[in-house]
T-cell receptor
Framework: DVKVTQSSRYLVKRTGEKVFLECVQD?????MFWYRQDPGLGLRLIYF???????EKGDIPEGYSVSREKKERFSLILESASTNQTSMYLC??????????????????FGSGTRLTVV | AQKVTQAQTEISVVEKEDVTLDCVYE???????LFWYKQPPSGELVFLIR??????QNEISGRYSWNFQKSTSSFNFTITASQVVDSAVYFC????????????FGTGTRLQVFP
């Protein structure tokens, strides 16, 4: 069964700590994404990557960075965690969309999420 | 700019009732893609459907059906004869052909189905 795996389901960190959230996919997808989910705000895109070592900012990149050294792994880094970064973090992957064709893979595949609490 | 609006924050129904979840979108692109995802209490988002803007045919899959209307920029989702297992948060999402790598989500609708 194909999967997107997030290393931690729950995480508690202290303010100011450097935090790493790890995501691994086994579908050989080109694209990988990090979203955060907050009540009433839905899912908001933090960063995405369409290739190894490539990254693009999403809608709310402030306070975050990412790393993609291998195709299957996409890490989200909180350089100095703050309480307003307490949230559910969701990783996703998708195949690249070929112009003019319909992807055989229907959509994004999501991980189970990491609920991060910063105290 | 692209935007997805799910005006219904929460809906409660009794089992076997039909329920429709609304989704209205905004985009400047003529080619775009619309999605519905389900998020059960376990937290993982489960893909339900993708609809391409150039295909307005409505879709039915078992108890689920989707009504895509370009004229009103809506992509509504109906569950027929709802069941307790349908209780979840449902998200509508949009991606544009010129920016297909980005998926923009609505704020979600929480559906509670009571026995």
């Amino acid at each position: 069964d194909v999967k997107v795996t997030q290393s931690s389901r729950y995480l508690v960190k202290r303010t100011g700590e450097k935090v790493f959230l790890e995501c691994v996919q086994d579908m050989d997808h080109e694209n990988m994404f990090w979203y955060r989910q907050d009540p009433g705000l839905g899912l908001r895109l933090i960063y995405f990557s369409y290739d190894v070592k490539m990254k693009e900012k999403g809608d709310i990149p402030e306070g975050y960075s990412v790393s993609r050294e291998k195709k299957e792994r996409f890490s989200l880094i909180l350089e100095s965690a703050s309480t307003n970064q307490t949230s559910m973090y969701l990783c996703a992957s998708s195949p690249i969309w070929v112009s003019g064709t319909v992807s055989l893979n229907y959509g994004y595949t999501f991980g189970s999420g990491t609920r991060l609490t910063v105290v | 700019a692209q935007k997805v609006t799910q005006a219904q924050t929460e809906i409660s129904v009794v089992e076997k009732e039909d329920v429709t979840l609304d989704c209205v979108y905004e985009t400047r692109d003529t080619t775009y893609y619309l999605f519905w995802y389900k998020q059960p209490p376990s937290g993982e988002l489960v893909f339900l459907i993708r609809r391409n803007s150039f295909d307005e045919q409505n879709e039915i899959s078992g108890r689920y059906s989707w009504n895509f209307q370009k004229s009103t920029s809506s992509f509504n989702f109906t569950i027929t004869a709802s069941q307790v297992v349908d209780s979840a948060v449902y998200f509508c999402a949009l991606s544009e052909a010129g920016n297909t790598d980005k998926l923009i989500f609505g704020t979600g609708t929480r559906l509670q189905v009571f026995p």
